[in-house]
């Protein structure tokens, strides 16, 4: 049998590394990374080396499944569409389409043709109801943008930058795309050797922090604080690019006045960190010719996401962080249509208020779309317009959305519950049916996804124009019965007699240069290919499709765009005085986050491990280590609580309880708890150390939620914590 070597690219993160897959008698058999492959070093994580784990590991749903009185039977795929077909039909003549609604989660936002296609049926039989993980995610990013406006030029070359500003983001292990996601590790160092220097806000020393020039450690949930602290040093020692402030923005003096009260020694006590890093870091920031700021999931989650994300881009403007005229263009597409960039903004538009509205918390559409967390209220709560079919797309509800507790009363309500996974998950197990897709090597690919997330923030996307496509490498295994996750939504809109209407938004500020991919699909035509669908998705591209395929290890397509100057007559400005978001930092003063500290003295942090994605991995043996996503602590803490390592503890908010398998760390901020989400079981089935512990029981979805994209606290949890043995014992 002889092996061959394949490039490919893996899509289970938004890193999409470069692969190199062997082949042997049709299966991959091992996956590392492709060194001839530009930007990435030839990077890969322990989670894409596993992929060959995922194709044929005895986890993976070869069938479609259909639950009945004695549990899960295989079911072929076409007759779980007829079923699925006749059961919504029946449903949406009971209660009109919008009880249908749709939650697509992380296992399918990489697959640009099925997100589209998913979220394209739904449009076709006419409901609203699109959810995605991105609304618990940082929905703020895009209120943000909407409130602030986004400079059409982006941010120079990121080659340029002399400093950067991370707030709650740990690149080195998530490949977030806020920051170069391609082998951040590397980035990290080339900054280093550069001399740029890296401002960290983390109340925990992340392997990224690590590497910082000041390590700023916080009590969570002052972020907001903190950005407005450094904004008010700016601003009093005038070190903002005056030029740049008085041409491009406006509402400096109300910015001014309202960052004010956080002088640096507000700030340093509220925030429990020392007042001179918060001066320097001012003035690096300030003095650096190019810098950026990213924000990640832990300012999200500690509440004011879209606060936080706003003080960042004001940061950034008035600092004039942003490419000029005549600079070359970074960022200039290459599977997206190539656009005009001027040295001005799109300006701030109107990002929420629209329709669909939901039913509870005064929530509704708007940029960053509906609100995950409300959707398993819109399932229980009676009348019309309630939810009574979901379907869930590459998603895991039971281990990712915010109260747990709540979300498997909801699911459990559903007339109809459909999960496509490619292993039964906890969400999997209260589905009716599971519909088993093919798996990443099974199809072509690009990286139009990465690519196109530069529309939702302003420090995402490649950092060079690069771009690659894969084909399927691999047939599925033999006598299997998978389909692509595109190809269930082709199935269901061709037996009901629907089109199929793909229209992909990027946000709204951008849109006008560069058009949403749009198309519509006749399910009463030919069924198109994968690799159709891909050509309809990069149809305008600057570089045509047929020659990114000439490169089978991705290349880097340069191009000498320049930015143009602003055009005649724009007067556009970027906005620093949003009034809601000053209204909502004016809140942020009078806050007093110790209020609580009394009964619940410790909070708890989110944070990522290497080895898992989300909840993703936990049934691969070679990526699960012991199961058990420990509750990390510090030594004092354990030492004072006279907890050892290992102990298990009940860990309590307000709104919940769960048990941990508690570890000492010595990296975090003491009266922290840090852990990892996407572990733990459904309500009833605990088992703390096999399975470990699920830190979404905690949340509740109605704490410190934001009025405009519902998100709740998910970080920064005051609890409290319970010593098992001696229950009465707490601390
Ligand atoms: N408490 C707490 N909650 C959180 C977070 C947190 O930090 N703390 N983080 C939040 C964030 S940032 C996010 S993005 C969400 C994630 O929320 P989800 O996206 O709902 O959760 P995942 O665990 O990523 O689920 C992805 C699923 O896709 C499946 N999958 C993999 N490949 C494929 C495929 O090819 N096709 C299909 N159909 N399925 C596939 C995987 O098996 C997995 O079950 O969770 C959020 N929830
Ligand atoms: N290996 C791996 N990679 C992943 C994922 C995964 O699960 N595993 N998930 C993917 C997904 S869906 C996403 S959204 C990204 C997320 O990527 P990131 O946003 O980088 O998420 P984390 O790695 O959890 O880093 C968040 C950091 O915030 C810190 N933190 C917690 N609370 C606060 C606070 O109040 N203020 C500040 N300043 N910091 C705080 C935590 O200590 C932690 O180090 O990662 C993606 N990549
Ligand atoms: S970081 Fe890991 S999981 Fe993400 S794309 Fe790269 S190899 Fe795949
Ligand atoms: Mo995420």
Known sequence: MTAQVHPSICRLCTAYCPVQVTVEGGRATKVTGNPRAPLYGGYSCPKGRALPEQHYGPQRLLHSLKRGADGFAPIPSGQAMDEITAKLEAIVAEHGPRSVAMYVGMGLVPFVASTGVAAGWLNGIGSPMFFTAGSIDKP????????????????????????????????????????????????????????????????????????????????????????????????????EDKDFVAANTQGVAALRAAVEPFTPDHVAARAGMSADHLVEAARIFAAARNAGVSCGTGPSFATHSTLTEYLALCLASL??????????????????????????????????????????????????????????????????GQVKALIVAGGNPMMAWPDQNRAFAALNALDLLVTLDTEMTATADLSHYVIAPKLTLETPMTTYMPESVKYYGTTRGFPDPYAAYTPALVEPPAGSDV???????????????????????????????????????????????????????????????????????????????????????????????????LAELEQVLAEDNRAIEVDYPFRLLPRRTNNILNSFGRRIDKLAGNGVNPAYMHPQDLARLDIAEGDCVTIRSPHGEIQGIVAAEEALRP?????????????????????????????????????????????????????????????
């Open 140 to 239: 703020g990013i895009l209120i943000a943008l909407a409130h602030h406006g986004m400079w059409q030029a982006g941010q120079p070359h990121f080659d340029t930058a002399d400093a950067w500003l991370l707030v709650g983001i740990n690149p080195v292990i998530s490949k977030s795309p806020g920051f170069p996601g391609q082998n951040p590790g590397r980035v990290l160092k080339d900054m280093e050797k550069a001399q740029a220097r890296l401002i960290v806000i983390d109340p925990r020393v992340t392997e990224t922090a690590k590497r910082a020039h000041i390590h700023i450690q916080p009590r969570p949930g002052e972020d907001a604080a903190i950005l407005a602290g450094m904004i008010r040093i700016i601003l009093s020692e005038g070190l």
């Open 319 to 384: 600092c004039g962080h942003w490419a000029r005229a005549g600079d070359r263009l970074a960022k200039p597409n290459v599977l997206l249509p190539g656009y005009t960039a001027r040295a001005q903004p799109w300006p701030p538009f109107q990002g929420w208020g629209f329709e669909p509205r939901l039913r509870v918390r005064g929530l509704g559409g708007c940029v960053s779309g509906l609100s995950a967390a409300a959707l398993a209220d819109e399932i229980l709560l009676p009348g019309a």
């Open 483 to 581: 389909i692509e996750d595109w190809e269930f939504f082709w199935g269901l809109a061709q037996r009901m007699g629907t089109e199929i209407d793909v229209s992909m938004r990027y946000g709204n500020g951008p849109q006008a240069e560069a058009p949403p991919m749009r198309f519509t699909l006749d399910p009463a035509g030919p069924k198109p290919t994968t690799d159709q669908l891909i050509e309809l998705s990069c149809r305008g591209s600057r570089i045509p499709l047929e020659r990114v395929k000439q490169y089978p290890d991705g290349h880097i397509f340069e191009s000498d765009q320049r930015v143009l100057p602003r055009a005649a007559g724009n007067d556009d400005r970027l906005e620093l005085a949003a009034p809601p978001m």
């Open 671 to 731: 009266g922290m708890v840090s852990m990892a989400h996407g572990f733990g079981a459904n309500p009833g089935s605990d088992d703390p150390r096999r399975t470990g512990s699920n830190t979404g029981r905690l949340i509740s979805v109605e704490d410190g939620y934001d009025p405009v994209t519902g998100l709740p606290r998910m970080g920064g949890i005051p609890v409290r914590i319970v010593r098992q043995e001696a229950a009465g014992q707490s601390a």
